[in-house]
């Protein structure tokens, strides 16, 4: 996955991956979690993306909007 470029320097989310229909998102702990157009929704997802590629607000927009609705744990 590539890395998250985390322009604040304090972000919980370490890397991501984007699909056309899903983002998979790495975070500090280890975990990983896939989160796509069935739950969260698309409209989270594509925030998401955008957020990923921007290096900016994605652990804040996954905490405080989306917070445990994610598809699937997958580490």
Do not use: H, N, W
Request: proline letters at 4%; one cysteine or more; aromatic letters at 10%.
């Amino acid at each position: 996955m590539p890395r998250y470029r985390d322009r604040s320097g304090r972000s919980g989310v370490v890397a991501y991956e984007t699909c056309p229909d899903a983002i998979v998102v790495g975070f500090k702990d280890g975990k990983v979690y896939l989160y796509d157009y069935a739950t969260p929704g698309q409209q989270d997802v594509e925030k998401m993306k955008r957020l990923a590629v921007r290096g900016r607000g994605l652990s804040t927009y996954i905490s405080q909007v989306v917070r445990d609705r994610y598809a699937k744990r997958l580490r």
